[in-house]
C-alpha cells in the first residue's frame, strides 16, 4: 500500500511540473548522459576532456563571480556534451543558487533538482536539498519547498529535524502552506516508521521522537484551518512514533477534540491531568478546561457542565511543578482504550517549549485565570442558565448555588441570578430557584421576591402572586430587610420593604440575552449522531456506521462535513476505493442541496483517495 501511496505521489507530482518531465527527454540533453554512462569505462578523447575541465572551469567561476546566468549557459552546454556533471559540482550549483535573493534563481535551481531526480536521484545531495527547500520556503514558495522535501524522503533518506523545523516554520505562514505541511510530516513519520523493523531500530525515531514542538506547529495550523482530518491523522502518528508530547500538546489536542465532538476523550484527558501531583503553565491547561465545558454546553448535558464548575472551584492544586521524580506522566486518549485501533499520546506535565506562543485568550470564553486559579466567566453562567431554563432542568443549577455556598465558594450573586431571569421572562425558573435556595436555608433577600412579585403582577398571573405573597409571610420572621407589622397585599407593599431596590439591566441580564441570539437546541443530536458514526469507523464497523447515518437522515438531522470525514477515514483504512466514489456521490448531492457547506480538507483527502484507487 505504501508503494501504491508513492506511485500516486508520484504521478501527481509529474501532473503538477510538466517541466520535470519534459526534462527527461532526449531533445533537453539527457540522451548523452546514458551514453555517458554506458561509455565510461571507455578512452575518453583529449579534445573531450579538455571541453569538459573547461566548461567546469567556467561553472565555478560563474558562481562565485556571481555570474549565474554564464554558469546557468556553462552547465547547460556541459550537459549537452558530456551529460550530468559529477554530483559535487551539482550539489555546488544547487547549494550557491539558494543562496540568491531572486527568486529567478531558486526556481532554476528547482528545476534542477527535478531534472537530475527524473533522471539520477543519486546525484542528488541530502544537505543541499534541505538547504534548498528552506530558501524556497523563506520566499514563500510552498509547493517546491514540499516537491523538495518529498524528493529527499523517496530518496529514503531522513531530513535533519532542526532544519526541517524551520521550513515548516516558514511555510506554515499561507494556508496553501499548512495544507502542504500537515502532508509532508505525515510522509515523514511514515518513511521514519518504515525504517524501523524491529524494537531494536527504534533509536532511529529518536531526532523525531524528541521534536513535540514541531508536531505542535503543524496541528495549531490544522486547528486555524480546520483541516481535522490531517490533524487527527498526525495525533496518530505521534502515538505510534512515541512522541513524548509537552502541554502545548495538550492545548492544541483539546482543540481538535472539541472541534469534532470528541467529548469522551477529553472527559479521559482530565482524568489523566486531575491524578497529576500538580499543574505548573495553569494558564495552558485554562485551554484545556475551556474546551471541555464547551463540549459540556453543546451536547446539552447541564449535569455534566454543573459538576464540572463545581470541580473546577474546589480544586486547588499547586503551580509549581516540583522535580522530585513523583510526578507522572499524563496521557492524551485517541479513540477508545477498549479498541486494537486506538491511539495514546504520553505529555510530561512539566515541559512546555516557551517558544512556542499560544494565545491568552480562551478560545470561547468560558474559563479565565484569575489570582493563579481557574473560574468560570459569566458567559458560562449564562450558558449554563439558558440550558436548564430550556431544558426545564432548574435542580441542577439549584443544586450547583447550593453546593457552592456550602463550601463558602463567593463566586456567584444569587440575586443577580434570579433577577436575570425575571428579566428575561423566565418567572417560573426564577421563583424554582427561591423556592430550592429557601429550602436549603440560603437566604437570598426581599428584593429579588419583590422583584418577582412585580413580574407576576405584569402579567396578570393572579394565582402565582397570591401564593408568593404567602411565602414572604413565611420567611419575614428572619428577614431584616422587611416589616412584620403590616398586612402582605400587593397595594401596601412598599409600607412592608424598607428599601425596595428597582430592578436593573445587569452584564448577566445581557450575557444571557446575547446567549439566547445563538441557541441551538438541536446540535447536541448532530454531535451524538457523529460520535458514533466515528466509533464505528474507528472499529472497521463500516456497515453499523451507515445504519447510524440512515437513521440520521431519517430524523432529518444534516450531516455535517465532520460525518463525512469520518466515514471517508473508515473507508480508506479498510482501502475501500469504491465505497469511497459513492459517498463523493452523496457529498455532491448534500452540497447540491445546500445541506452541507465545502470543506476544503474533506476534498483533499477525497483527491488522496482517488489517486490511491487509481481513479484518475
Known amino acids: 500500500?505504501?508503494?501504491?501511496?508513492?506511485?500516486?505521489?508520484?504521478?501527481?507530482?509529474?501532473?503538477?511540473?510538466?517541466?520535470?518531465?519534459?526534462?527527461?527527454?532526449?531533445?533537453?540533453?539527457?540522451?548523452?548522459?546514458?551514453?555517458?554512462?554506458?561509455?565510461?569505462?571507455?578512452?575518453?578523447?583529449?579534445?573531450?576532456?579538455?571541453s569538459r575541465e573547461t566548461l567546469l572551469r567556467k561553472i565555478d567561476s560563474g558562481m562565485k563571480d556571481g555570474n549565474v546566468e554564464e554558469a546557468l549557459q556553462s552547465f547547460g552546454n556541459y550537459k549537452k556534451l558530456h551529460g550530468l556533471p559529477e554530483p559535487q559540482v551539482l550539489n555546488s550549483m544547487i547549494v550557491s543558487l539558494s543562496y540568491m535573493s531572486s527568486r529567478r534563481w531558486l526556481q532554476r535551481a528547482f528545476d534542477m533538482v527535478l531534472s537530475v531526480h527524473q533522471i539520477n536521484s543519486n546525484l542528488l545531495n541530502c544537505d543541499s536539498l534541505?538547504?534548498?527547500?528552506?530558501?524556497?520556503?523563506r520566499d514563500q514558495m510552498p509547493v517546491p519547498a514540499s516537491t523538495v522535501l518529498r524528493i529527499i524522503l523517496e530518496s529514503g533518506k531522513l531530513p535533519d529535524v532542526d532544519l526541517l523545523s524551520m521550513v515548516f516554520l516558514h511555510m506554515l505562514k499561507s494556508q496553501v502552506g499548512s495544507y502542504l505541511v500537515s502532508d509532508v510530516l505525515i510522509e515523514t513519520c511514515e518513511s521514519f516508521l518504515d525504517q524501523v523493523a524491529d524494537r531494536r531500530e527504534m533509536k532511529k525515531l529518536d531526532p523525531i521522537k524528541n521534536s513535540a514542538t514541531l508536531f505542535n506547529m503543524v496541528l495549531e495550523s490544522c486547528v486555524n484551518f480546520k483541516c481535522i482530518i490531517k490533524a487527527q491523522k498526525i495525533m496518530e502518528l505521534m502515538s505510534l512514533v512515541g512522541v513524548v508530547a509537552d502541554v502545548n500538546t495538550v492545548v492544541i489536542a483539546s482543540h481538535v477534540f472539541e472541534m469534532v465532538g470528541q467529548r469522551d476523550e477529553l472527559i479521559q484527558m482530565k482524568r489523566s491531568i486531575d491524578s497529576l501531583t500538580s499543574l505548573p503553565f495553569l494558564q495552558h491547561y485554562q485551554h484545556f478546561y475551556d474546551s471541555l465545558l464547551s463540549l459540556h454546553f453543546k451536547y446539552n448535558d447541564m449535569d455534566a457542565a454543573a459538576k464540572f464548575l463545581i470541580n473546577l472551584h474546589q480544586q486547588r492544586k499547586p503551580s509549581v511543578f516540583f522535580c522530585n521524580g513523583l510526578q507522572k506522566q499524563g496521557a492524551i486518549q485517541?479513540?477508545?482504550?477498549?479498541?486494537?485501533?486506538?491511539?495514546?499520546?504520553?505529555?510530561?506535565?512539566?515541559?512546555?517549549?516557551?517558544?512556542?506562543?499560544?494565545?491568552?485568550?480562551?478560545?470561547?470564553?468560558?474559563?479565565?485565570?484569575?489570582?493563579?486559579?481557574?473560574?468560570?466567566?459569566?458567559?458560562a453562567l449564562a450558558k449554563l442558565i439558558a440550558g436548564c431554563v430550556k431544558s426545564r432542568n432548574m435542580h441542577t443549577l439549584s443544586n450547583l448555588f447550593i453546593m457552592l455556598h456550602k463550601e463558602d465558594i463567593d463566586v456567584i450573586s444569587l440575586r443577580d441570578v434570579v433577577n436575570a431571569c425575571i428579566q428575561m421572562g423566565w418567572l417560573h425558573a426564577a421563583h424554582d430557584i427561591l423556592d430550592d435556595l429557601e429550602s436549603a436555608g440560603i437566604q437570598v433577600g426581599i428584593a429579588s421576591y419583590i422583584s418577582l412579585l412585580r413580574a407576576y403582577e405584569k402579567e396578570n398571573k393572579s394565582e402565582e402572586l397570591n401564593g408568593l405573597l404567602q411565602q414572604?409571610?413565611?420567611?419575614?420572621?428572619?428577614?431584616?430587610?422587611?416589616?412584620?407589622?403590616?398586612?402582605?397585599?400587593?397595594?401596601?407593599?412598599?409600607?412592608?420593604?424598607?428599601?425596595?431596590?428597582?430592578?436593573?439591566?445587569?452584564?448577566?441580564?445581557?450575557?444571557?440575552?446575547?446567549?439566547?441570539?445563538h441557541y441551538n437546541p438541536g446540535e447536541h443530536l448532530t454531535l451524538e449522531f457523529n460520535n458514533s458514526i466515528l466509533f464505528f469507523c474507528k472499529a472497521k464497523m463500516m456497515e453499523d456506521a451507515l445504519c447510524i447515518y440512515k437513521r440520521m437522515r431519517e430524523q432529518?438531522?444534516?450531516?455535517?462535513?465532520?460525518?463525512?470525514?469520518?466515514?471517508?477515514?473508515?473507508?480508506?483504512?479498510?482501502?475501500?476505493?469504491?465505497?469511497?466514489?459513492?459517498?463523493?456521490?452523496?457529498?455532491?448531492?448534500?452540497?447540491?442541496?445546500?445541506?452541507?457547506?465545502?470543506?476544503?480538507?474533506?476534498?483533499?483527502?477525497?483527491?488522496?483517495?482517488?489517486?490511491?484507487?487509481?481513479?484518475?
Open 130 to 137: 534541505m538547504k534548498l527547500a528552506l530558501a524556497l520556503a
Open 472 to 517: 414572604i409571610q413565611k420567611i419575614s420572621s428572619v428577614m431584616d430587610d422587611i416589616r412584620t407589622n403590616s398586612p402582605f397585599t400587593i397595594k401596601n407593599i412598599a409600607k412592608i420593604v424598607k428599601d425596595e431596590i428597582p430592578l436593573t439591566h445587569s452584564s448577566l441580564f445581557a450575557a444571557l440575552a446575547e446567549e439566547m441570539k
Open 1 to 50: 500500500m505504501r508503494s501504491l501511496f508513492q506511485a500516486c505521489y508520484h504521478y501527481r507530482r509529474l501532473a503538477s511540473f510538466p517541466c520535470a518531465a519534459e526534462a527527461a527527454s532526449p531533445a533537453n540533453g539527457y540522451e548523452p548522459w546514458r551514453r555517458y554512462i554506458s561509455t565510461s569505462t571507455s578512452k575518453v578523447l583529449p579534445w573531450e576532456a579538455s
Open 556 to 616: 432529518n438531522i444534516w450531516p455535517t462535513s465532520y460525518t463525512f470525514c469520518h466515514i471517508l477515514c473508515g473507508y480508506s483504512s479498510m482501502d475501500m476505493h469504491r465505497e469511497i466514489t459513492m459517498l463523493w456521490g452523496e457529498i455532491k448531492r448534500r452540497l447540491e442541496y445546500g445541506e452541507l457547506d465545502v470543506d476544503r480538507d474533506l476534498l483533499d483527502c477525497l483527491v488522496l483517495d482517488f489517486l490511491k484507487g487509481m481513479f484518475f
Open 334 to 379: 485517541i479513540g477508545s482504550g477498549n479498541l486494537k485501533t486506538g491511539y495514546k499520546i504520553m505529555f510530561d506535565p512539566g515541559k512546555v517549549d516557551r517558544g512556542f506562543i499560544l494565545g491568552r485568550e480562551s478560545q470561547f470564553g468560558l474559563v479565565v485565570l484569575t489570582d493563579g486559579n481557574l473560574l468560570h466567566t459569566e458567559k
